[in-house]
């Protein structure tokens, strides 16, 4: 490593602010920086962000040698319902397969409620004549003609890009992705996604949707991504980009552009697994599982970590519509610092779900905000200091977000400002905590065992009031708390996820080995073109293959790790032991199916080190400031940087960053590590 590439940049878009990390690898530091986002042009924001830290560094664009991007671009068109006109063409006879869905009421207990809104309509859908199988036989075949009268159709219609599903392609992802490829030579520029190269599972909706999902966003992504290159290409900057995805890892922008629905979810990923890897070797994952907390200025996400490694689920959603891929398992939980505080028609005080965002944002923004928020109430309540909100650059207007309590107050019987802002920081955390218990009831995981890892420019604040109202007892806050998602993304290795159908009933001994080890030679050789085609930073791969199985007849699987050198036999007996630990139960009679094998392949790129913490506790008398907790109290107040890795400060206490303030709660008490990581434990006073 020389100066000619010695920084890394990790970045995250967000609703109201974009976050920036950038490691200079030879002096081994981390600098933070918070750029208001551009909504109308993220890309803009970016520039901005890296030209600052440039500045700052006095650095050169030249010597930046990666830029990692996270966005949540993809995911706000999508349940803005701001995407691009889609035509979905599927086999004969299967037009509506939008329409029809899975057939299911959204709720058992309320008939009267409608159905989510097909993404693409009826008369949007074509048909053709070709069809495969389950076997993979090809049973009919578009022909020429076919492919030129449906391409005649669809520059009629004006189409901006096309999804491509035929029946069965997950078991012979060739005919699909050879009349895909047909279509988009008649189309010149349009762009045309095969379902089976995206995803190759069965579920024909769901892979329909995932296809359509992927067209719906491709053109404005691509745009996107045009316009960033475009930025960084006039500052200089040669670095090589990479975006963030939604299993937590990274793509080249290759992949990205051709891929884009991987996307989608990737901001909240980041975060969950930088707490994993920050907090590996500091806790017994054997014993204690994290809650990672994120809350930002529009939403608050909860993700958990069980045995040291962030969740995957397989299924997700995204706003209506099912998410068949592998995500980083993150469920929204309630409101961010930007959410609206308002009252319903029965006069009750409610909290989100619609925020200020960035533009205009909360009133204290002095942006022409008229409706009360979360930040709002921090600063009514005295937690946040209006002339040092982000290290002073972004003061906030006090008496304005004090009106506009009082307004919301009005109809609740309060007269004083701060109170009304302790009432919504009250629903808002209640909330919050009751959705974090559904969450870990259902995991089977017990609230005592947990600890809190919180983040997001507002995760901290609050995270004590929830850690409270939840019953947890520890709360961790990371070095730098507001950018941590872009920490993720700057230490987050290449990755992505493959998977191949098996439909295979082992029922004696050696069954389906045979199978089994062709299907993992060709995931194999798949995976590794793909990472061969990932840039030269990637260093080494590792690959991991896990099974998808079930006792026959189950509508649901376990995913059964497969390490390298098993057998089938030993794979159905992990997959007896793991039904057995969930249900208390192992059917020894019947056999087992294997649905799917999956392989997940991790390019490695050279690591960033996180620096140590080398501030020492000052012993000095702080400055105090009123702050409303129960009743007004004169708090303590110190920097971060003044929390050394001495004995532990009791609270109550407010704790200030650039990024973010922490509150300390009575009863709880705040301690930093070697490495800056702030514990903060209730009834630990010493």
């Known amino acids: 490593m020389t100066d000619d590439n010695r920084y890394r940049i990790g970045i995250d878009v967000g609703g109201t602010f974009t976050d920036f990390v950038m490691a200079d690898r030879r002096t081994k530091r ?19 962000g890296i030209a600052t830290l440039l500045e700052q560094e006095g650095a050169r664009p030249d010597q930046i040698e990666v830029i990692t991007h996270g966005t949540t671009l993809g995911l706000n068109a999508i349940i803005q319902e701001r995407g691009c006109r889609v035509a ?23 008939f009267r409620l409608g159905r989510e809104k097909a993404l693409v309509g009826r008369r949007d859908v074509f048909e053709v004549n070709s069809r495969m199988l389950s076997n993979g036989e090809m049973l009919r075949s578009t022909d020429v003609a076919e492919l030129d009268t449906l391409a005649a159709r669809l520059r009629i219609g004006r189409y901006d890009a096309v999804a491509v599903m035929l029946l069965n392609s997950y078991v012979d992802p060739g005919p699909e992705a050879a009349l ?77 552009r051709a891929r ?15 707490a994993a890897r920050l907090l590996h070797g500091r806790i017994d994952p054997a014993k204690t599982h994290l809650l990672s907390f994120d809350m930002g200025g529009t939403s608050s996400d909860v993700s958990s970590i069980i045995g040291g490694m962030p969740q995957i689920a397989q299924n997700s959603r995204v706003g209506d519509y099912p998410l068949m891929l592998p995500v980083v398992s993150v469920s929204a939980v309630g409101a961010g610092g930007g959410s609206i505080g308002w009252r319903d028609a029965q006069g009750v005080l409610k909290v989100g779900p619609h925020s200020a965002g960035a533009s205009p944002g909360p009133v204290s923004y002095g942006r022409g905000g008229t409706e009360t928020t979360i930040t709002d109430a921090l600063v009514a309540m005295g937690v946040l200091h209006p002339d040092r909100f982000l290290d002073g650059r972004m003061p906030l207007d006090k008496a304005a977000a004090e009106a506009a309590l009082l307004r919301v107050g009005s109809g609740l019987g309060l007269a004083d400002a701060a109170a009304v802002g302790r009432a919504i920081c009250r629903v808002a955390t209640v909330r919050m905590a009751t959705e974090i218990t559904k969450l870990l009831a259902q995991k089977g995981l017990d609230v005592r065992d947990a600890m809190l890892v919180a983040f997001g420019g507002a995760g901290p604040t609050t995270a004590l009031m929830l850690a409270e109202e939840a019953g947890i007892g520890t709360v961790i806050v990371p070095p730098s708390p507001g950018t941590f998602c872009a920490l993720g993304a700057l230490l987050a290795d290449v990755q992505r996820d493959f998977v191949r159908p098996c439909r295979l009933t082992m029922a004696a001994p050696g069954d389906g080995q045979a199978a089994i080890d062709i299907i993992i030679a060709e995931l194999l050789d798949t995976a590794r073109t793909w990472i061969g085609g990932e840039g030269a930073l990637v260093r080494k791969s590792e690959f991991q293959v896990t099974a998808d199985m079930r006792y026959p007849g189950q509508s649901f699987e376990f995913r059964i790790p497969l390490p390298e050198g098993a057998s089938a036999e030993d794979l159905v007996d992990a997959f007896h032991t793991e039904h057995q630990r969930v249900y208390g139960f192992r059917q020894m009679s019947g056999g087992v199916e294997l649905v799917n094998l999956r392989m997940s392949v991790t390019g490695r790129l050279e690591p960033v080190t996180l620096p140590e913490h080398s501030d020492t506790a000052t012993t000095g008398a702080p400055e105090t400031r009123r702050v409303l907790l129960h009743d007004w109290v004169e708090v303590p107040v110190l920097s971060r940087t003044e929390i050394g890795a001495g004995p532990a400060r009791p609270g109550p206490l407010v704790i200030e960053q650039p990024d973010t303030t922490t509150l300390v709660l009575p009863g709880w008490s705040a301690q930093a590590d070697e490495a800056g990581i702030l514990w903060l434990r209730r009834g630990v006073t010493a």
């Not at 981390?30 to 901005?48: D, G």
């Not at 884009?260 to 969950?272: E, W, Y």
């Open 180 to 256: 895909a490829n047909a279509l988009s030579e008649r189309l010149d520029c349009v762009p045309v996604t095969a379902s089976a190269q995206v995803w190759p599972e069965v579920k024909e909706y769901e892979r329909a949707l995932i296809a359509v999902l992927n067209a719906y966003i491709h053109p404005l992504m691509a745009a996107y991504f045009d316009r960033l290159s475009a930025y960084l290409a006039e500052m200089g900057v040669t670095a090589a980009l990479y975006i963030t995805s939604n299993n937590g890892g990274t793509m080249s922008l290759v992949t990205a």
């Open 88 to 110: 979905l063409v599927v086999s004969a006879g299967n037009r509506d397969v939008m329409e029809l869905a899975r057939g299911r009421l959204p709720s058992s207990y309320n």
């Open 30 to 48: 981390l600098i933070f920086h918070k750029e208001p986002s551009v909504p109308q042009n993220p890309a803009q924001a970016i520039a901005r």
């Open 260 to 274: 884009p629905v991987d996307t989608i979810l990737s901001g909240p990923a980041s975060g969950v697994s930088a």
